[in-house]
């Protein structure tokens, strides 16, 4: 029984919270104990009868959906990353990579299209590339692992992405692995034969 009610108390209140979000920034809502002795949240002064009553105040509820950290979207904010690149190899695969594995979104100008290369001519006043923008002001030309790092460093980008959310679990993986070589299927002995001896 207190089970369900406190089942039902947090469902009342995870609506109610839903509810009063879109509503106000801070509003009041009562918790307090009705004469049934059954803990009642509501955003209506309670009846005279109700006991221990608590006064609470909600603030905005909002759920964060957004995969790219808060401190990586601050940086791209105040300095956005431009990669002027295309297929050179190694080189521009090992400048994508970098920005990749410290989670900078960032946007990829291809200067082997012909907008690109006016982009990447008006910037730089040459047609080599990789070539890293941060910000309006701070270009580099050419990969260097250390400059770049410093760079972003400076500019407030996280070392290292967040973690994933959703990232498979080691017995998933192994899960999956299993069904991709199922145990062999054995037929049941015959009726009567399965006895012990």
């Keep these: 029984m207190t089970r369900q009610l406190t089942l039902c108390g947090i469902t009342f209140l995870a609506a109610l919270a839903v509810v009063t979000a879109a509503?106000?920034?801070?509003q009041q809502v009562y918790r307090y104990?009705?004469?049934?002795?059954?803990?009642?949240?509501?955003?209506?002064p309670p009846p005279p009868t109700a006991k221990n009553v608590q006064p609470k105040r909600l603030g905005r509820n909002y759920i964060e959906t957004n995969e790219i950290p808060l401190e990586a979207r601050q940086a791209a904010e105040r300095y956005p990353v431009t990669l002027y690149t295309f297929d050179c190899g190694e080189l521009?695969?090992?400048?994508?990579?970098?920005?990749?594995?410290?989670?900078?979104?960032?946007?990829?100008?291809?200067v082997s299209d012909q907008d690109g290369a006016a982009k990447l001519q008006a910037l730089t006043g040459a047609l080599n590339?990789?070539?890293?923008?941060?910000?309006?002001k701070v270009v580099l030309k050419g990969f260097s692992e250390q400059r770049w790092q410093s760079t972003l460093d400076d500019a407030g980008y996280p070392k290292t992405p967040a973690p994933r959310r959703n990232a498979p679990t080691r017995a998933a993986v192994e899960t999956d692995k299993?069904?991709?070589?199922?145990?062999p299927v054995t037929t049941p002995p015959a009726k009567g034969t399965d006895y012990p001896k």
């Design 33 to 44: 104990i009705d004469s049934d002795g059954r803990t009642v949240y509501s955003d209506r």
């Design 92 to 110: 521009c695969s090992s400048a994508e990579s970098l920005l990749n594995r410290r989670g900078v979104p960032f946007t990829s100008v291809i």
């Design 178 to 183: 299993s069904a991709e070589n199922p145990p």
């Design 129 to 136: 590339a990789p070539v890293l923008q941060v910000g309006d």
């Design 23 to 26: 509503n106000a920034q801070d």
